[in-house]
């Protein structure tokens, strides 16, 4: 067999993306999956986006655009960090890309070298230790508890960094916990990074809108840390414009001219019409963005009172993005008479198999002792495959 490079051979492939598949391929065959793997708003874009890109289309905007994005698009997102988050960023500090995914890739190969580490808190989006390891870099990961909430601390942070940390990556709110960092909690770490100005702190801040305490707080706005901090953000989740994939990056004019140079040999620009859609997205509050949270808000409040009902699933109460991260390490050991449960993949395994419901594995997360649980579907759905769900785990003993 004939080989390929060593560097796609480590690579390990999406594990939700590829739970969606297998959920495909199973609806396909005709079996009634209920798909609770994806990370995708059920709700349309709002009209006044997709009239956005159709005008675009109207005055010819059908042409390479510039590299980091149109200007006026730039620009509309440094109003929009200064107008929602207090953060000064001029336009030629964002760098607009194919999806907020891109802008980590470009951020990562842009700032760390092979041998670099990469301090990782646990649990993870999927992509962050794949993207590190890709660069070279060595993830070294933080663990965290549902007892926490899933929170690293000041002091575990300090114990980790070694001469070798370059890059610090996280998200809040969190995917796949829902964990939302308080305005206190990121200036303590703050004051950590801070003691360390060759540390870069990459801040995933994709599910900025679906925050269900309040303000969304950035580790950007602590002006010590301001230039050691790469904001990563975008219009899939907030605006349902997943299919659109456009997102961006505010950072310090060294990283955003360098990621310019990295997208520049990769994809070059992100689609000239979806940039315009993106612009009138980020420049109007509509009550739509509104409409989207607070249902995303009933739906956790649903899913998490009918989980009460699950005996041995421990849940915490995520504060945001769209996600319950419960804790299944009670049916370890437990088998129907023909599975037996003995980590996450085997009970999402199980639960494809015997409930008809796609949920994904905490070890894709990097941890083993959960499964994620995506409740960015309807109500009739989530509350069927909460039902399915505890018939199957009756039958394991």
């Known amino acids: 067999m004939r080989k390929l490079a060593d560097r796609i051979e480590r690579l390990h492939e999406s594990q939700t993306i590829a739970m969606a598949r297998l959920s495909r391929e199973l609806q396909d065959q005709g079996h ?5 793997s994806l990370g995708e708003p059920d709700f349309d874009t709002p009209k006044y986006i997709g009239d956005a890109a ?3 289309i109207d005055d010819g905007f059908t ?6 994005g149109y200007a006026d698009v730039r620009e509309a997102i440094s109003q929009k960090l200064k107008r ?3 953060l000064d960023y001029k336009a030629s500090q964002i760098v607009v890309s194919t999806g907020a995914k891109q802008c980590i890739a470009n951020a990562v190969l842009c700032c760390v070298n092979p041998g670099d580490e990469v301090l990782v808190p646990t649990p993870y989006w999927v992509s962050y230790s794949q993207i590190i390891q890709l660069a070279g870099g060595v993830p070294i990961y933080l663990n965290t508890t549902i007892d926490s909430d899933f929170k690293v601390t000041p002091q575990q942070v300090e114990k980790a960094i070694t001469s070798k940390t370059r890059m610090f ?7 796949p916990t829902g964990t939302v960092y308080s305005h206190d909690e990121l ?4 004051a950590v990074f801070a003691k360390h100005e060759n540390i870069f702190v990459l801040s995933d801040e994709i599910y900025e809108y679906i925050n269900f305490v309040g303000k969304h707080h950035s580790i950007a706005s602590f002006e010590e840390l301001k230039n050691q901090v790469i904001i990563i953000n975008g219009v899939s989740k907030g605006y349902a414009m997943t299919g659109w994939r456009i997102g961006y990056m505010a950072a310090p004019q060294d990283v955003a001219t360098a990621c310019d140079k990295m997208q520049g040999q990769f994809t070059s620009a992100a689609s000239s019409i979806a940039q315009k859609a993106a612009k009138a997205a980020i420049s109007i509050s509509t009550p739509d963005r509104d409409m989207m949270v607070e249902t995303f808000r009933k739906r956790r409040d649903l899913v998490l009172n009918l989980m009460k009902d699950i005996p041995g699933w421990k849940t915490n109460t995520p504060e945001g993005a769209f996600y319950v ?8 050991g437990k088998t129907d008479g023909s599975t037996v449960i003995n980590n996450p993949e085997d009970m999402c395994m199980y639960l494809l198999k015997d409930a008809k419901v796609a949920l994904v594995t905490g070890e894709a997360f990097g941890d083993n002792q959960c499964i994620r649980f995506s409740y960015a579907t309807s109500d009739k759905l989530l509350t069927e495959a909460i039902a399915r769900i505890k018939v199957s785990l009756a039958k394991l003993k």
Do not use: H, T, V, W
Not at 32 to 36: A, D, P, Q, T, V
Not at 187 to 190: D, E, I, P, R, V
Not at 325 to 332: A, G, H, L, R, V
């Open 325 to 332: 991260f419960p804790d299944i390490s009670y049916y370890f």
């Open 84 to 86: 929602e988050n207090n």
């Open 32 to 36: 009634n999956i209920i798909s609770l």
């Open 169 to 175: 990556i996280f998200s809040s709110p969190c995917n």
């Open 54 to 56: 159709k005008k675009a």
């Open 63 to 68: 042409k390479y655009p510039p590299i980091s």
């Open 187 to 190: 200036k303590a770490l703050a």
